[in-house]
């Protein structure tokens, strides 16, 4: 069975400086994809990044990459130029191209952003 | 930009009482979902359907859920005999049939007292 794990349930990170979260995977599945949510205390599930396993390029977005590492499972969110909006919890994710597509998700990070 | 409705946005009810939680898929999509999170806890999958049937669902969905899409537009999940423990945010996704992720709504946070 799938699993997602996320190791850190909290960090913190000054404003305008860069922090990474954590995340790691396992499947045997080889087609697959994975994603960060943030989630706001609005409980909405905001999509920040996704990554296709059979791209090696990492994903991009804005200020939000990922260090996608397939050999060893290995999926970390990197937000440079922390933001006070950035405070939130984040999800990793995992998605299998097959059977019903469902996702499965990590335990979360609570991110807290200091002045 | 298209996006998955979920309402009501809170629902309060009675323990024993049923719900009904509906969602509106984004209009091309055929393929939907709901996943739950209680509090505090991560997102977990309940159930997948396809063509009028549930495609897979999760040892969490037991004989007190069911879903439907009644008129082709909706998405619901209902729960006959609501528990403390059903207190939760319920979500609902959809997917297009050549996409292979799915899109989230907004969450109906249902809360039993």
């Known amino acids: 069975a799938q699993t997602v794990t996320q190791s850190q349930p909290e960090m913190s990170v000054q404003e305008a400086e860069t922090v990474t979260l954590s995340c790691t995977y396992d499947?045997?599945?080889?087609?697959?994809?994975l994603f960060w949510y943030k989630q706001p205390p609005s409980r909405q599930m905001i999509l920040v990044i996704r990554?296709?396993?059979?791209?090696?390029q990492n994903a991009t977005e804005n200020r939000f990459s990922v260090n996608f590492q397939k050999a060893a499972k290995s999926f970390s969110l990197k937000i440079s130029d922390s933001q006070l909006g950035d405070a939130a919890m984040y999800f990793c994710a995992y998605n299998a191209q097959a059977g019903t597509y469902k996702y499965i998700f990590g335990t979360g990070t609570r991110l807290k952003v200091l002045a | 930009e298209p996006e998955v409705t979920q309402t009501p946005s809170h629902q309060v009810t009675q323990m024993g009482q049923e719900v009904i939680l509906r969602c509106v898929p984004i209009?091309?999509?055929?393929?939907f979902y709901w996943y739950r999170q209680i509090l505090g806890q991560k997102v977990e999958f309940l159930v997948s359907f396809y063509n009028n049937e549930i495609s897979e669902k999760s040892e969490i969905f037991d004989d007190q859920f069911s879903v439907e899409r009644p008129d082709g537009s909706n998405f619901t999940l209902k729960i006959r005999s609501t528990k403390l423990e059903d207190s939760a945010m319920y979500f609902c996704?959809?997917?297009?049939?050549?996409?292979?992720?799915?899109?989230f709504g907004q969450g109906t946070r249902l809360t039993v007292v």
């Open positions: 996704a959809s997917r297009r049939g050549d996409s292979t992720y799915g899109f």
């Open positions: 990554q296709e396993a059979y791209k090696q």
């Open positions: 209009s091309n999509h055929l393929y």
């Open positions: 499947t045997s599945e080889s087609d697959y994809y």
